[in-house]
């Protein structure tokens, strides 16, 4: 791609226009911190820590168990966890390997999973030691690829006293009954040399990992990364990223070498948690606490605040669910969050009332940013400090990355700031391409002033200042009576209802103009309201046609297990009842 300059008065002066260091694979991450930081502690799970030089040896040692399995260069191999300390030591020993981490939803049943399987073509599974995520493996396998399945117990992988006590109570979890030849994660690392077999990497050229993506609207797809899709993304986050590290020394480079801790609330298995936490921490030789399960506790989201209290991370990656159930947590005020510095927000555009909220009850700041599966997945970024962020938007491209905002009529014209149209992204973390989906390739990819770049389905415009602002999912815009309303719009302004926890905006059919828009609000604990009353706060805080005609209160409103809103889900229900 050609080399240009984002043109902004407000591009941060310590950041430079492009990244030239990230031609590697991806494993040198991990290589790199265990060389530089050999003692310094890389995951945290349950209090129980492993050091970068121990995580760096339990992954050599699956490369050289995989290469004695017969597994080459190319070949694919999944992950069915969740986050455990497992997961980097399996990552980065498949990619040692030569091999494709296909990285898998890890509750999905066993159907889900099957197909994921099949589709990749999958020779080998890791899972969990568990009743539900083994037994679905178990019935995943079959009619697919897989000869071999290794099943990780969390057991060594607690402090000793824990081990213990959870043996004695039957609390560790635990399948029934394993099958006759599947494998034991740690029988398994114990019995292989820490050599891992001699493969060349192509950087540029070979899949790093697969990512399923589309599920929620269609069949999923598997976007195939290359090693620099993710070594590009991780550093030009930390080109772009400064955090305010206290008042009397301002803003300063994110610091290397155990200074941080990511907290992993993020799936690992998606695009976001495992750039933007795992790779991240391991690029930069900083800690990353495993959260296997961030709802759990009564009320939900319990125990990660415990976590928070006790293992003081510094940088939380999360969608904005997360960040509405921290800031509307009943228990909030008796857990001590103040070790937060920095928080990423992506995955979802983040409603500027949950920010507000989010930073006056924690005193942590919050950084915009944005991407998908098939940018591996971060492709912009807010200025990372307080003075130029601009709440609401996505801020700039990264180091190196180029957006257009193209015509949604003819997505191969370029239309000037200002106009709202689709966004595209051209850069090196954008995707090599869907798996044997050549149909769905032509569908997202362009050729634009000569360069290749990928549709993303949002809308959005860029202002004045060379902010970038999404509007909303191009599939998401409702038509009522000839206008188009940005669910978005609506839900940000509903937000602001001292009233409202949650909300969701979908387009329901009405006979008179098209569509009409329907707001799903789940109540703040305590609260009580009506249709009525929520009307007429939309009359006096939104024009006429964007006023929701329907209000539906939820306990529960369903989101993705990555904390996504699910409109889908809502609008489905809608028209399946108009039937």
Not at 99 to 126: G, R
Not at 387 to 394: A, H, L, N, Q
Not at 495 to 524: C, H, W
Request: glycine share 8%; aromatic share 10%.
């Amino acid at each position: 791609m050609k080399e240009t300059i984002w043109e902004t008065p407000f591009w941060p002066k310590d950041v430079a226009h492009k990244v030239t260091d990230y031609h590697f694979p991806v494993f040198k991450f991990l290589d790199d911190s265990a060389k530089n930081y050999p003692d310094n502690v890389f995951t945290i799970f349950n209090g129980a820590t492993k050091t970068f030089a121990q995580v760096k040896d339990t992954a050599d040692r699956i490369a050289n168990f995989l290469a004695g399995k017969g597994i080459k260069k190319g070949d694919k191999v999944a992950i069915f966890l969740p986050n455990l300390p497992h997961f980097p030591e399996i990552l980065f020993g498949i990619l040692k390997a030569g091999a494709v981490c296909v990285n898998c939803n890890p509750v999905y049943t066993a159907k889900e999973l099957n197909y994921q399987l099949k589709d990749s073509e999958s020779k080998m599974v890791f899972c969990m030691d568990h009743p539900l995520f083994y037994a679905n493996t178990v019935n995943a396998i079959k009619g697919t690829q897989v000869k071999d399945v290794v099943v990780c117990n969390i057991k060594s992988y607690l402090p000793k006293i824990k081990a213990i006590l959870g043996s004695l109570l039957g609390k560790i979890p635990k399948a029934d009954k394993h099958e006759p030849g599947h494998l034991m994660f740690d029988n398994i690392v114990a019995a292989s040399s820490p050599v891992p077999p001699s493969v060349e990497i192509d950087p540029e050229k070979d899949t790093a990992i697969m990512l399923y993506t589309g599920g929620t609207t269609g069949v999923p797809k598997g976007a195939e990364l290359s090693h620099t899709n993710f070594t590009y993304d991780v550093m030009g986050l930390y080109e772009s990223g400064c955090f305010l590290q206290n008042e009397s020394k301002g803003l300063e480079k994110l610091y290397k070498g155990g200074y941080h801790t990511f907290l992993g609330v993020l799936p690992w298995y998606h695009s976001f948690g495992i750039t933007c936490a795992l790779l991240f921490a391991a690029m930069s030789g900083n800690k990353l606490i495993c959260v296997p399960d961030p709802r759990a506790g009564k009320p939900p989201f319990t125990e990660v605040l415990k976590i928070v209290q006790e293992q003081k991370p510094t940088i939380m990656p999360a969608v904005p669910t997360i960040f509405v159930a921290f800031a509307n947590h009943a228990r909030l005020n008796d857990f001590n969050l103040s070790s937060l510095i920095a928080c990423f927000s992506g995955g979802a555009p983040l409603p500027p009332e949950v920010c507000r909220q989010f930073e006056e009850k924690t005193g942590a700041i919050i950084f915009e940013g944005y991407g998908l599966t098939e940018t591996a997945p971060v492709a912009t970024s807010n200025p990372t400090n307080r003075e130029t962020r601009k709440i609401g938007s996505i801020g700039f491209p990264l180091p190196g990355t180029m957006v257009k905002i193209v015509s949604l009529e003819d997505d191969t014209q370029e239309l000037p700031k200002g106009e709202d149209g689709e966004i595209a992204v051209c850069g090196p973390q954008v995707m090599k391409g869907y798996w044997k989906r050549p149909d769905a390739n032509e569908e997202v990819f362009r050729q634009i002033d000569g360069d290749r770049y990928f549709l993303t389905g949002d809308i959005g415009h860029i202002d004045s200042d060379g902010y970038i602002t999404i509007t909303d999912r191009k599939k998401d815009m409702i038509i009522v009576g000839g206008f188009n309303v940005y669910p978005r719009d609506v839900e940000d302004i509903l937000y602001t209802n001292p009233k409202v926890e949650l909300v969701a905006v979908v387009g329901v059919p009405d006979d008179r103009s098209g569509e009409s828009v329907k707001a799903f609000i789940k109540l703040k604990q305590g609260q009580k309201a009506t249709a009525e009353e929520i009307k007429d706060f939309c009359k006096e805080n939104m024009a006429g046609y964007k006023r929701p005609k329907l209000i539906e209160f939820r306990d529960e409103i369903p989101i993705s297990n990555v904390g996504k809103v699910l409109r889908r889900v809502l609008r489905d229900e809608e028209r399946t009842v108009k039937k």
